[in-house]
């Protein structure tokens, strides 16, 4: 094999004595690195911390509803929780720790760059995003207490008269903050794609996590910034007597719902993408196979972000003044491209030869969490079926199937490149506990839910006293929710369990793509030598130069012509 | 059903071994057609307004098709899993395109797609329809509370809370609401019509529907709206027209006309009150 495509001097990669980078050590190395493993660590601690703080929120949440005049918490304290669980949880968790986690330690290696492109610019990314949760947060120390008017933050109810305080105040803030942090990571994570990649490493042979990052950083930028001019607009009708969000001088309250789903339908996929592509190359990985229908996914990933830009108003419908039928055929058609990656999971397990391993069993708990929260939101893009389900638990039930699906993805992705960042291997039996806390805990915790909204129980209802016959269903509800509490925990523990046990090696799971060419954990600038890059996994070509992939029934190897001509 | 149960089989799955899961597929299936002619109602209920059984039957056939789909693609996943396990160290051949296959789950999902659509264009097209009728009520949502207006009439319901002001219509009659709110974004929610739609500050949003049962039905507030959110409910009692004429007939005394004028003039007051405006004050105020 040829494998000399080296940006630094060859040497035998398990040496590490080059590696040295010469700077400071401990706090002072951490608070003044750019260097794209150790901000992604930053933000995977940072992020994962902030399930667990998201989480605390939903259990007390859902012990309040385990009973129909529930009084563990007041009505007041209710809305700020479920207002400050769906903050915590979509825009300081899963946002950052899908495109500024794993996406941060992975992405630059995946294509063979020594860091991102702006390193200085991703260690603001990850400052600001701190300090926004951190205000976010705060907003609890305040006399008038958090925020309380839903994630959402609809207008007018979010106005100076029905929202006074600081709290209000602070969540608009610490969302600006979060949100020029994402728009950063969005530039830079598109300028590494486009012009970071190693010699030989073309658009089709980048694997499938680095296409879907690239995609969400181009919807990041998209969607990003008509959130934050919202924001502004926002603080400007609470403290500038502006009118923009107002029903008099001259004000369209439905307009923050336009500006904020606008953003906000598009966040979805800038949140489900990156896990899609976790679970893409752990599902290869672990059936031994590549990628069945690469192109094919690709193109996929690429018409859900394009038809994403066009579905807003599907969260409208029953405002009464949306274009009911195009948003509703939009909406519809997102099923074809999720449908057809559905396939392409399934294709690569196909005839594969399966490993159960943790990240496995992760991937395979997505690819049924997500089914059902794809399944049901389908029924949501008919406008008629969301005027009978709009603001149920059916809802509820159906966007926490999808988010389940993302937890599940993202704890694949941590088991299947922990040993990458860290050069241990979590315990598998642990993960393995842990998988099925999490992964039945999740369909107990939503499959009472869907019938719950289907009976008629509302959102963001404290008590319930004239239905007490939705209390079992409730109970059922919260028990799943404790089991995912107990999945979380054992994460934590087998992390200290496992503490510098189970020394991975470079490449422990026989993976296929260019990170697992480098050490564990990579040196300072990633790699000491290149393969040479034939496809979208390069390590799986060197260490198995036999088995390239191929197309169906035929011996002809994928891509061959072009490398005839390279 | 049943042909398109095999339809979509053959177009998705290949080969012996698919054959053989198809003689697997069938059978549930099978049983399901011959369970009965009754199809399940997956969860919701028919309701009892004209509308809301359309809504059902859509509900109805979203839900075949999604256990067809997912019992489908769930049937693929755990064949794999359970006949592609790990057995020894040999690689599998590293097929990675199949054309053919891959055109066809994109075409059959788009199909699926179109039909859809189409089912909810007929409901949809039901559902919104405004036919002409002598039955208007207009409803007012508020911090937190209703209130419910006959023009026309001096019947006038208004309640706060846990008080569930009760909104009387006729059955079998078509009932035009016009529905608004006079602070923040409130939901009009009847279960039993199956049926929501904002109340929104500065917008009349109006509806139709057409009661098939009498019976009182339990309502509420399903948008965040404050404080008392929870406890924001309201009754719908469907009575008969002769009923409903008797209760208008109630409010026709000097005081009930004096407090529909004086509820009608406090809610055109409510309707214009504008928004804080500091510190760039100009004429609205606090």
């Not at chain 1, 605390?56 to 012990?63: G, M, N, Q, S």
């Not at chain 1, 807003?312 to 099923?335: C, D, E, K, Y």
């Not at chain 2, 071994?17 to 369970?35: D, E, I």
């Not at chain 2, 089912?119 to 208007?136: C, F, G, H, R």
């Amino acid at each position: 094999m040829t494998d000399v495509l080296a940006p630094t001097p060859t040497q035998h990669h398990d040496d590490h004595h080059g590696d040295e980078h010469h700077g400071p050590t401990g706090i002072v190395k951490w608070l003044t690195t750019t260097d794209h493993k150790i901000i992604g660590l930053s933000y995977t601690v940072t992020s994962v911390l902030m399930l667990v703080i998201g989480g605390f929120f939903a259990e007390i949440i859902r012990l309040q509803l385990s009973s129909p005049n529930g009084s563990l918490v007041s009505l007041a304290q209710y809305n700020e929780l479920f207002t400050m669980h769906g903050s915590v949880m979509i825009y300081l968790f899963v946002g950052p720790f899908a495109f500024g986690a794993l996406a941060n330690i992975i992405v630059p290696i995946q294509i063979g760059a020594p860091d991102m492109a702006f390193p200085r610019l991703n260690a603001l990314s990850y400052w600001l995003y701190l300090t926004g949760s951190i205000t976010m947060l705060s907003g609890f120390f305040t006399s008038g207490g958090a925020a309380n008017f839903g994630w959402v933050g609809y207008a007018p109810l979010s106005n100076s008269l029905n929202t006074p305080g600081a709290g209000a105040d602070l969540w608009i803030g610490g969302l600006l903050l979060t949100g020029f942090s994402a728009i950063f990571t969005g530039v830079n994570l598109t300028a590494t794609i486009f012009y970071l990649r190693a010699p030989g490493m073309t658009m089709f042979r980048m694997p499938i996590f680095t296409w879907n990052l690239l995609v969400t950083g181009i919807l990041i930028l998209l969607a990003f910034p008509v959130l934050t001019a919202g924001l502004i607009m926002l603080y400007c009708d609470r403290h500038f007597g502006t009118h923009i969000f107002s029903n008099t001088g001259g004000g369209v309250p439905v307009l923050w719902q336009h500006i904020f789903w606008f953003w906000g339908h598009p966040e979805v996929y800038i949140l489900a993408l990156p896990m899609f592509g976790m679970v893409t190359e752990v599902i290869a990985v672990f059936s031994k196979k590549p990628v069945f229908g690469y192109k094919g996914m690709i193109f996929a990933t690429l018409t859900i972000a394009a038809l994403s830009l066009g579905v807003w108003a599907h969260h409208m419908f029953t405002t009464g003044v949306v274009l009911l039928p195009f948003f509703s055929i939009m909406s519809l058609l997102i099923a074809v491209p999720t449908g057809i990656k559905m396939f392409n999971w399934i294709g690569t397990m196909w005839r594969g030869q399966i490993w159960f391993s943790t990240a496995m069993l992760m991937s395979l708990g997505f690819l049924f969490t997500f089914l059902i929260g794809g399944l049901t939101g389908i029924y949501l893009a008919s406008p008629p079926l969301d005027f009978f389900t709009h603001d149920t638990y059916f809802v509820v039930a159906h966007f926490h199937s999808v988010v389940m699906a993302l937890v599940l993805g993202a704890m694949a992705g941590l088991f299947y490149w922990g040993p990458k960042i860290t050069g241990y291997i979590l315990d598998e039996r642990l993960g393995k506990a842990q998988f099925w806390f999490l992964f039945l805990g999740s369909q107990v915790f939503t499959f009472p839910q869907y019938l719950l909204g289907l009976y008629g129980m509302s959102r963001r209802m404290a008590v319930y006293p004239e239905q007490p016959q939705w209390q079992h269903l409730n109970e059922l509800s919260t028990l799943g929710a404790l089991m995912i509490g107990v999945s979380t925990i054992l994460f934590v523990i087998n992390i200290g369990y496992s503490w510098k046990k189970y020394p991975a090696g470079d490449n422990p799971w026989d993976a296929q793509t260019l990170e697992w060419f480098t050490t564990s954990p990579p040196p300072h600038h990633n790699f000491y030598r290149l393969p040479q890059i034939r496809s979208e996994r390069p390590t799986w070509d060197y260490n198995h130069p036999e088995h390239r992939s191929l197309e169906h029934g035929t011996d002809h190897v994928v891509g061959a012509e072009t490398e005839a001509h390279a | 059903m049943l042909k398109s149960v095999r339809n979509s089989g053959d177009a998705r799955t290949r080969g012996r071994a698919s054959r053989r899961a198809r003689r697997v597929l069938a059978l549930p299936f099978a049983a399901l057609v011959l369970s009965g002619c009754t199809v399940p109602g997956f969860g919701a209920s028919p309701g009892d307004t004209t509308s809301s059984q359309s809504t059902f039957h859509l509900w109805q056939g979203f839900s075949i098709g999604a256990v067809i789909v997912g019992g489908l693609t769930l049937a693929l996943m755990l064949w794999s899993i359970v006949m592609h396990r790990q057995k020894g160290d040999a690689i599998p051949k590293q097929t990675q395109y199949n054309v053919p296959l891959e055109i066809i789950y994109t075409v059959i999902p788009i199909l699926i797609v179109i039909g859809l659509f189409a089912a909810t264009l007929v409901v949809e097209n039901k559902v919104v329809a405004n036919p002409k009728t002598d039955v208007i009520v207009n409803v007012n949502a508020f911090q937190w509370g209703w209130e419910f207006l006959y023009p026309g009439h001096n019947a006038v319901v208004y309640g706060q809370t846990t008080q569930s002001p009760v909104m009387v219509i006729p059955a079998n009659e078509n009932v035009h609401v016009n529905l608004t709110s006079t602070d923040v974004i409130h939901g009009f929610y009847v279960h039993a019509f199956n049926f929501s739609r904002y109340a929104l500050p500065g917008v009349t949003n109006q509806f139709t529907f057409r009661a098939t049962n009498t019976g009182t039905f339990f309502g509420q507030c399903t948008q965040l709206c404050g404080l008392y959110h929870s406890y924001m409910y309201f009754r719908v009692k469907v009575v008969s027209p002769a009923d409903y004429q008797k209760w208008l007939a109630t409010f026709n005394t000097p005081k009930g006309e004096a407090a529909a004028k004086a509820a009608a003039a406090s809610l055109q007051q409510q309707l214009s009150t504008g928004v804080p405006t500091l510190p760039a004050n100009t004429k609205f105020g606090r």
